[in-house]
């Protein structure tokens, strides 16, 4: 637990386990309720159910079966790719932006729908940035939505709706930016997940998963996939433009509107936008550039009218 989440100011959940693998690894109970400040009858009870029942039925979960153990190693290998296209995308910006006088704040921990926003020279925010990472290719894209797979991603449309929201509440553009990386060692990343952090992370939430997935980033192997990664460009395209191409395009590009006993083909599936990265998007490094030449109240407006 430690090597997963440090010791920068652990959580009420985890100092109460922490005493408890002290006491599990032999160390006195008086030793242990004095450091921790917990009394020695709570530790004494939680030791003893965890000893008789588990840390499961402490924690008053039910004991993960295959399947879940499948979804959490899924949704580690999710933050993890996550993680490492934040971490690009920090390293093609800030230089770049920097010698602009543009900057990005970081909006992650608050764990919402915005990763970063971009602000002016002056601290002001020009746009949000919600980064979309693109790894599993729709195979059936032709057939189903007019566009080749790999020129086709995926966008829920509830997520198109929540950021146009948004911005039409706040006055601020909103836009996504995604990552296409279609040969995503996913498999690699989901084999690495030791039983104990699949088992952890199922009976845990996010703040477990991101720390696996830091931890992971941290393997010698994970280097050829940051090296992969960086080779990818990022897309543009502002909610508003992809509010309109689902206004325009909602029966040619979302398929479940028209497929019948879609939910029964693409069982657990979202209600998605397919969009094209190549002639419906632009590059981010053309963004930049536009922002370079035009300055940011010529972007922002283009980006509230639609036009990126």
Not at 120 to 138: A, Y
């Amino acid at each position: 637990m430690d090597e997963l989440l440090g010791s920068s100011e652990p959580s009420t959940n985890l100092l109460r386990s922490r005493a408890l693998v002290r006491l599990d690894s032999g160390e006195a109970l008086d030793v242990v309720a004095r450091e921790t400040r917990i009394g020695r009858r709570h530790l004494m009870s939680w030791l003893e159910a965890i000893q008789h029942e588990g840390l499961a039925h402490w924690l008053k979960k039910k004991d993960p079966g295959a399947d879940r153990l499948k979804r959490a190693r899924s949704g580690i290998a999710q933050m993890f790719q996550g993680q490492l296209a934040e971490e690009h995308f920090e390293a093609v910006s800030i230089g770049v932006l920097g010698a602009q006088g543009y900057r990005i704040e970081d909006q992650r921990v608050s764990r919402n729908d915005t990763d970063y926003r971009l602000l002016d020279p002056d601290g002001r925010p020009i746009c949000r940035l919600n980064i979309k990472f693109h790894g599993t290719l729709f195979n059936q894209a032709q057939e189903y939505v007019g566009l080749e797979p790999a020129d086709c991603f995926a966008l829920a449309t509830y997520k198109i709706h929540g950021a146009l929201q948004r911005q039409e509440e706040e006055r601020l553009p909103f836009i996504f930016l995604i990552i296409s990386v279609p040969d995503f060692p996913r498999d690699l990343v989901e084999q690495s997940i030791i039983d104990d952090w699949a088992w952890l992370a199922a009976l845990s939430g996010r703040v477990v998963e991101e720390a696996i997935a830091a931890r992971l980033a941290l393997e010698t192997w994970a280097q050829a996939v940051r090296e992969r990664i960086a080779q990818s460009e990022f897309r543009v395209i502002s909610a508003r433009k992809a509010y309109a191409l689902l206004r325009d395009l909602q029966f040619q590009r979302v398929h479940a509107l028209r497929l019948r006993g879609f939910n029964q083909l693409f069982r657990g599936a979202e209600i998605n936008m397919h969009l094209s990265l190549s002639n419906e998007m632009i590059g981010y490094a053309e963004f930049l550039r536009l922002l370079a030449d035009r300055g940011a109240l010529d972007v922002a407006l283009r980006l509230d009218r639609g036009e990126i």
